[in-house]
Protein backbone atom coordinates (compact mmCIF):
# COMPACT_ATOMS: atom_id res chain seq x y z
CA UNK A 1 0.00 0.00 0.00
CA UNK A 2 2.65 2.41 1.14
CA UNK A 3 4.72 1.59 -2.52
CA UNK A 4 1.42 2.38 -4.58
CA UNK A 5 0.90 5.68 -2.61
CA UNK A 6 4.75 6.40 -3.11
CA UNK A 7 3.86 5.93 -7.25
CA UNK A 8 0.96 7.76 -7.14
CA UNK A 9 2.89 11.03 -5.62
CA UNK A 10 5.83 10.55 -7.54
CA UNK A 11 3.55 10.26 -10.59
CA UNK A 12 1.48 13.44 -9.28
CA UNK A 13 4.89 15.53 -9.56
CA UNK A 14 6.13 14.41 -12.75
CA UNK A 15 2.73 14.72 -14.65
CA UNK A 16 3.05 18.50 -12.64
CA UNK A 17 6.64 19.13 -14.31
CA UNK A 18 5.30 18.27 -17.61
CA UNK A 19 2.45 20.46 -17.18
CA UNK A 20 4.26 23.37 -15.66
CA UNK A 21 6.00 24.53 -19.00
CA UNK A 22 2.83 24.77 -21.08
CA UNK A 23 2.48 28.19 -18.83
CA UNK A 24 4.12 30.57 -21.09
CA UNK A 25 5.18 32.65 -18.14
CA UNK A 26 8.70 34.30 -18.46
CA UNK A 27 9.52 33.66 -14.27
CA UNK A 28 12.15 30.86 -13.87
CA UNK A 29 9.99 28.76 -12.28
CA UNK A 30 7.91 27.68 -15.53
CA UNK A 31 10.74 27.88 -17.51
CA UNK A 32 13.30 25.53 -16.50
CA UNK A 33 11.11 22.52 -16.68
CA UNK A 34 11.19 23.00 -20.10
CA UNK A 35 15.05 21.75 -20.00
CA UNK A 36 14.40 17.60 -18.92
CA UNK A 37 12.59 15.82 -21.53
CA UNK A 38 14.37 12.78 -21.85
CA UNK A 39 14.80 12.43 -18.12
CA UNK A 40 11.12 13.05 -18.15
CA UNK A 41 10.74 10.77 -20.58
CA UNK A 42 12.59 8.14 -18.54
CA UNK A 43 10.69 8.92 -15.11
CA UNK A 44 7.66 8.28 -16.63
CA UNK A 45 8.33 5.22 -18.35
CA UNK A 46 9.93 3.77 -15.10
CA UNK A 47 6.37 5.13 -13.08
CA UNK A 48 4.16 3.17 -15.39
CA UNK A 49 6.86 -0.13 -15.04
CA UNK A 50 6.52 -0.06 -11.23
CA UNK A 51 2.51 1.06 -11.69
CA UNK A 52 2.34 -2.63 -13.64
CA UNK A 53 3.91 -4.28 -10.75
CA UNK A 54 1.85 -2.68 -8.22
CA UNK A 55 -1.19 -2.19 -9.78
CA UNK A 56 -3.05 1.05 -8.11
CA UNK A 57 -5.73 0.05 -5.38
CA UNK A 58 -7.90 2.76 -5.84
CA UNK A 59 -9.57 4.86 -8.72
CA UNK A 60 -7.83 7.71 -8.09
CA UNK A 61 -4.65 6.26 -8.52
CA UNK A 62 -5.86 4.62 -11.48
CA UNK A 63 -6.77 7.55 -13.08
CA UNK A 64 -3.41 8.80 -12.45
CA UNK A 65 -1.78 6.10 -14.16
CA UNK A 66 -4.15 6.62 -17.42
CA UNK A 67 -3.07 10.19 -17.15
CA UNK A 68 0.82 8.99 -16.79
CA UNK A 69 0.19 6.74 -20.21
CA UNK A 70 -1.05 10.12 -22.21
CA UNK A 71 1.97 11.78 -20.80
CA UNK A 72 4.44 9.68 -21.83
CA UNK A 73 2.81 10.11 -25.63
CA UNK A 74 3.03 13.75 -25.17
CA UNK A 75 6.70 13.64 -24.25
CA UNK A 76 7.73 11.12 -26.86
CA UNK A 77 5.87 13.23 -29.57
CA UNK A 78 7.90 16.16 -28.16
CA UNK A 79 11.39 14.13 -28.39
CA UNK A 80 10.59 12.57 -31.66
CA UNK A 81 11.53 15.70 -34.15
CA UNK A 82 15.26 15.36 -32.19
CA UNK A 83 15.80 10.98 -32.46
CA UNK A 84 17.22 9.97 -35.86
CA UNK A 85 13.84 8.43 -37.00
CA UNK A 86 12.46 12.26 -37.12
CA UNK A 87 12.65 14.78 -40.45
CA UNK A 88 15.87 16.08 -41.19
CA UNK A 89 15.68 20.33 -41.51
CA UNK A 90 19.09 20.79 -42.94
CA UNK A 91 19.75 17.82 -45.79
CA UNK A 92 23.26 16.38 -45.42
CA UNK A 93 25.99 17.85 -47.61
CA UNK A 94 26.75 15.32 -51.04
CA UNK A 95 30.00 16.97 -51.86
CA UNK A 96 33.17 16.17 -49.78
CA UNK A 97 34.29 19.76 -48.20
CA UNK A 98 35.47 22.10 -49.91
CA UNK A 99 35.94 25.79 -50.40
CA UNK A 100 32.38 26.87 -49.81
CA UNK A 101 32.50 24.88 -46.12
CA UNK A 102 32.82 26.35 -42.96
CA UNK A 103 33.71 24.84 -40.10
CA UNK A 104 32.65 25.93 -36.25
CA UNK A 105 33.95 25.68 -33.04
CA UNK A 106 31.87 26.62 -30.30
CA UNK A 107 32.94 26.22 -26.42
CA UNK A 108 31.55 27.65 -22.92
CA UNK A 109 35.29 27.04 -20.80
CA UNK A 110 33.63 27.56 -17.75
CA UNK A 111 35.32 30.67 -16.49
CA UNK A 112 37.24 29.36 -13.40
CA UNK A 113 37.84 26.27 -15.38
CA UNK A 114 41.73 26.27 -15.74
CA UNK A 115 42.56 23.27 -18.15
CA UNK A 116 43.16 25.60 -21.09
CA UNK A 117 45.95 22.81 -22.58
CA UNK A 118 42.82 20.53 -23.04
CA UNK A 119 41.04 23.37 -25.48
CA UNK A 120 44.25 24.34 -27.47
CA UNK A 121 44.67 20.78 -28.25
CA UNK A 122 40.67 20.61 -28.91
CA UNK A 123 41.00 23.54 -31.33
CA UNK A 124 44.07 22.16 -32.84
CA UNK A 125 41.97 18.94 -33.24
CA UNK A 126 38.97 20.02 -34.84
CA UNK A 127 41.05 22.61 -37.15
CA UNK A 128 37.83 24.90 -37.04
CA UNK A 129 37.82 28.11 -39.66
CA UNK A 130 35.94 29.93 -36.60
CA UNK A 131 36.45 29.97 -32.99
CA UNK A 132 33.63 31.26 -30.21
CA UNK A 133 34.63 31.01 -26.79
CA UNK A 134 32.64 32.08 -23.86
CA UNK A 135 32.90 32.62 -19.98
CA UNK A 136 36.33 33.71 -21.14
CA UNK A 137 37.88 36.56 -18.74
CA UNK A 138 41.49 38.19 -19.63
CA UNK A 139 43.44 35.12 -18.29
CA UNK A 140 41.29 33.19 -21.23
CA UNK A 141 42.53 35.65 -23.66
CA UNK A 142 46.59 35.31 -22.50
CA UNK A 143 45.95 31.35 -22.45
CA UNK A 144 44.45 31.34 -26.18
CA UNK A 145 46.61 33.75 -27.48
CA UNK A 146 49.17 31.60 -28.86
CA UNK A 147 46.64 30.56 -31.61
CA UNK A 148 46.61 33.82 -32.95
CA UNK A 149 48.88 33.16 -35.81
CA UNK A 150 46.49 30.50 -36.86
CA UNK A 151 43.51 32.30 -36.28
CA UNK A 152 44.95 36.19 -37.48
CA UNK A 153 40.94 37.75 -37.33
CA UNK A 154 39.76 38.13 -33.86
CA UNK A 155 37.05 39.74 -31.79
CA UNK A 156 37.81 39.99 -28.29
CA UNK A 157 35.61 40.77 -25.18
CA UNK A 158 37.19 39.09 -22.20
CA UNK A 159 34.85 39.93 -19.15
CA UNK A 160 34.49 38.70 -15.63
CA UNK A 161 31.55 38.51 -15.16
CA UNK A 162 31.12 35.03 -16.57
CA UNK A 163 29.60 36.60 -20.20
CA UNK A 164 32.99 37.27 -21.88
CA UNK A 165 33.58 36.11 -25.32
CA UNK A 166 36.73 35.26 -27.61
CA UNK A 167 36.00 35.23 -31.51
CA UNK A 168 38.73 33.82 -33.42
CA UNK A 169 39.03 33.50 -37.33
CA UNK A 170 40.65 32.10 -39.83
CA UNK A 171 38.91 33.58 -42.53
CA UNK A 172 38.60 36.92 -43.69
CA UNK A 173 36.31 39.12 -41.65
CA UNK A 174 34.26 42.32 -42.33
CA UNK A 175 31.85 44.69 -40.60
CA UNK A 176 32.49 43.29 -36.74
CA UNK A 177 30.39 44.78 -34.26
CA UNK A 178 30.57 44.06 -30.72
CA UNK A 179 26.62 44.89 -29.45
CA UNK A 180 25.26 44.90 -26.01
CA UNK A 181 21.18 44.40 -27.10
CA UNK A 182 20.05 43.90 -23.72
CA UNK A 183 21.84 44.53 -21.23
CA UNK A 184 25.12 46.72 -21.19
CA UNK A 185 27.93 43.83 -19.30
CA UNK A 186 26.74 40.84 -21.59
CA UNK A 187 28.39 41.44 -25.33
CA UNK A 188 27.05 39.52 -28.61
CA UNK A 189 28.99 39.54 -31.95
CA UNK A 190 27.49 40.42 -35.29
CA UNK A 191 30.27 40.10 -37.96
CA UNK A 192 30.65 38.90 -41.93
CA UNK A 193 32.81 35.88 -42.93
CA UNK A 194 34.33 35.62 -46.17
CA UNK A 195 34.41 31.70 -47.13
CA UNK A 196 37.20 30.29 -49.16
CA UNK A 197 35.17 30.64 -52.71
CA UNK A 198 34.54 34.27 -51.74
CA UNK A 199 31.00 33.90 -50.58
CA UNK A 200 30.26 36.75 -47.45
CA UNK A 201 27.79 35.19 -44.77
CA UNK A 202 26.74 37.03 -41.76
CA UNK A 203 27.16 35.58 -38.16
CA UNK A 204 25.76 36.39 -34.82
CA UNK A 205 27.15 35.05 -31.72
CA UNK A 206 25.41 35.44 -28.38
CA UNK A 207 25.79 34.20 -24.86
CA UNK A 208 22.02 35.52 -22.92
CA UNK A 209 21.40 35.20 -19.42
CA UNK A 210 19.90 31.64 -18.00
CA UNK A 211 16.75 31.72 -16.09
CA UNK A 212 18.06 30.91 -12.77
CA UNK A 213 17.57 32.81 -9.50
CA UNK A 214 21.44 32.92 -9.35
CA UNK A 215 21.68 34.57 -12.67
CA UNK A 216 18.68 36.01 -13.46
CA UNK A 217 14.88 34.75 -12.01
CA UNK A 218 12.91 35.85 -15.06
CA UNK A 219 13.76 34.25 -19.14
CA UNK A 220 12.77 37.79 -20.00
CA UNK A 221 15.81 39.27 -21.00
CA UNK A 222 17.16 35.90 -22.53
CA UNK A 223 14.32 35.61 -25.01
CA UNK A 224 14.17 38.79 -26.15
CA UNK A 225 17.80 38.79 -27.00
CA UNK A 226 17.65 35.67 -28.89
CA UNK A 227 14.43 36.94 -30.71
CA UNK A 228 16.08 40.24 -31.38
CA UNK A 229 19.04 37.97 -33.28
CA UNK A 230 16.37 36.35 -34.87
CA UNK A 231 14.78 39.18 -36.45
CA UNK A 232 18.12 40.95 -37.33
CA UNK A 233 18.73 37.23 -39.18
CA UNK A 234 15.64 37.26 -41.09
CA UNK A 235 16.08 41.11 -42.22
CA UNK A 236 19.81 39.65 -43.74
CA UNK A 237 20.33 39.54 -47.18
CA UNK A 238 23.31 37.35 -46.65
CA UNK A 239 23.53 33.42 -45.84
CA UNK A 240 23.38 33.50 -41.77
CA UNK A 241 24.83 30.99 -38.80
CA UNK A 242 23.86 31.80 -35.28
CA UNK A 243 25.81 30.27 -32.68
CA UNK A 244 26.43 30.06 -28.99
CA UNK A 245 25.38 29.33 -25.79
CA UNK A 246 21.66 30.28 -25.72
CA UNK A 247 20.90 28.99 -22.13
CA UNK A 248 17.80 27.33 -23.91
CA UNK A 249 16.95 24.48 -24.78
CA UNK A 250 16.00 23.46 -28.56
CA UNK A 251 12.67 22.42 -28.30
CA UNK A 252 11.54 25.16 -25.84
CA UNK A 253 9.41 27.22 -26.81
CA UNK A 254 11.22 30.58 -27.29
CA UNK A 255 14.16 28.06 -29.36
CA UNK A 256 11.13 27.35 -31.72
CA UNK A 257 9.70 30.67 -32.26
CA UNK A 258 13.24 31.99 -32.88
CA UNK A 259 13.25 29.67 -35.36
CA UNK A 260 10.02 30.38 -37.18
CA UNK A 261 10.96 34.36 -36.65
CA UNK A 262 14.48 33.86 -38.21
CA UNK A 263 14.06 31.12 -40.88
CA UNK A 264 17.36 29.69 -39.89
CA UNK A 265 17.67 25.68 -39.18
CA UNK A 266 18.83 23.87 -36.44
CA UNK A 267 21.21 20.47 -37.61
CA UNK A 268 20.11 18.52 -34.78
CA UNK A 269 16.73 17.63 -35.71
CA UNK A 270 16.54 14.27 -37.38
CA UNK A 271 19.68 13.57 -36.16
CA UNK A 272 20.19 13.24 -32.43
CA UNK A 273 19.89 15.72 -29.22
CA UNK A 274 24.04 16.62 -28.93
CA UNK A 275 23.31 17.70 -25.14
CA UNK A 276 25.95 19.88 -24.66
CA UNK A 277 25.49 20.55 -20.51
CA UNK A 278 26.00 18.71 -17.90
CA UNK A 279 29.64 17.28 -18.44
CA UNK A 280 29.72 17.08 -15.51
CA UNK A 281 26.33 14.94 -14.61
CA UNK A 282 25.34 12.56 -17.14
CA UNK A 283 21.60 12.51 -16.33
CA UNK A 284 21.46 16.43 -15.88
CA UNK A 285 22.11 16.90 -20.02
CA UNK A 286 20.21 19.11 -22.20
CA UNK A 287 21.75 20.67 -25.54
CA UNK A 288 22.13 24.30 -24.94
CA UNK A 289 25.04 25.22 -27.09
CA UNK A 290 23.60 26.18 -30.86
CA UNK A 291 24.33 26.73 -34.20
CA UNK A 292 21.91 27.47 -36.81
CA UNK A 293 21.96 28.03 -40.18
CA UNK A 294 20.13 29.73 -43.18
CA UNK A 295 18.39 27.47 -45.40
CA UNK A 296 21.29 27.77 -48.12
CA UNK A 297 23.33 25.55 -46.16
CA UNK A 298 23.68 21.81 -45.70
CA UNK A 299 25.36 19.97 -43.40
CA UNK A 300 28.88 18.53 -43.68
CA UNK A 301 29.11 16.91 -39.47
CA UNK A 302 27.91 18.18 -36.65
CA UNK A 303 30.06 16.58 -33.55
CA UNK A 304 29.85 17.28 -29.47
CA UNK A 305 33.36 17.21 -28.24
CA UNK A 306 35.33 15.50 -25.52
CA UNK A 307 35.44 17.50 -22.33
CA UNK A 308 37.73 19.94 -21.63
CA UNK A 309 36.85 20.59 -17.98
CA UNK A 310 34.58 22.91 -18.28
CA UNK A 311 30.45 21.92 -17.51
CA UNK A 312 29.79 21.76 -21.02
CA UNK A 313 31.03 19.87 -24.09
CA UNK A 314 31.84 22.06 -26.97
CA UNK A 315 30.65 21.75 -30.07
CA UNK A 316 31.94 21.50 -33.36
CA UNK A 317 29.90 21.53 -37.10
CA UNK A 318 31.01 21.84 -40.47
CA UNK A 319 28.55 23.76 -43.19
CA UNK A 320 28.60 23.76 -46.53
CA UNK A 321 27.29 26.64 -48.44
CA UNK A 322 24.72 25.51 -51.57
CA UNK A 323 21.67 27.70 -52.49
CA UNK A 324 20.46 25.37 -54.85
CA UNK A 325 19.39 23.04 -51.66
CA UNK A 326 17.03 25.58 -50.44
CA UNK A 327 14.12 23.95 -51.61
CA UNK A 328 15.30 20.50 -50.23
CA UNK A 329 15.91 22.31 -46.84
CA UNK A 330 12.84 22.93 -44.65
CA UNK A 331 11.28 26.07 -44.90
CA UNK A 332 10.27 27.73 -41.03
CA UNK A 333 7.22 29.44 -41.37
CA UNK A 334 5.96 32.06 -38.16
CA UNK A 335 2.12 32.09 -38.17
CA UNK A 336 0.07 35.50 -37.16
CA UNK A 337 0.24 34.33 -33.56
CA UNK A 338 3.76 33.75 -33.44
CA UNK A 339 4.33 36.97 -35.18
CA UNK A 340 2.33 38.61 -32.25
CA UNK A 341 4.17 36.68 -29.63
CA UNK A 342 7.65 37.80 -30.90
CA UNK A 343 6.88 41.36 -30.74
CA UNK A 344 5.24 40.87 -27.54
CA UNK A 345 8.74 39.51 -25.75
CA UNK A 346 10.51 41.78 -28.28
CA UNK A 347 8.41 44.61 -26.55
CA UNK A 348 8.73 43.40 -22.99
CA UNK A 349 10.04 45.33 -20.26
CA UNK A 350 13.35 44.28 -19.02
CA UNK A 351 13.23 46.00 -15.68
CA UNK A 352 12.70 43.92 -12.77
Wanted: charged letters at 20%.
Amino acid sequence: MEIQQALFCISIVVILFTLIPLIRHDFWVFRVFEYPRLQKLVLNFSLLVCHAFYFPATTLQKVVVVILVFNLIYIIYQVFPFTKFGKKQIVSSKSAANDKNITLLIANVYQDNRDSDSYLKLIKKCNSDVLLMVETNSWWEQQINVIGEDYPYQLKIPLENTYGMLFYSRLQLRNGKINYLVKEDIPSIEVEVQLKNGQWVKLYCLHPEPPVPQENPRSTERDKEILMVGKSAKDCQLPVIVMGDLNDVAWSYTTELFGKISGLLDPRRGRGFFNSFNAKYFFLRFPLDHIFCSTDFTLSSIKRMESCGSDHFPMCVSLQYNPKVEALNEQPFADESDLELAEEKLNASTEN
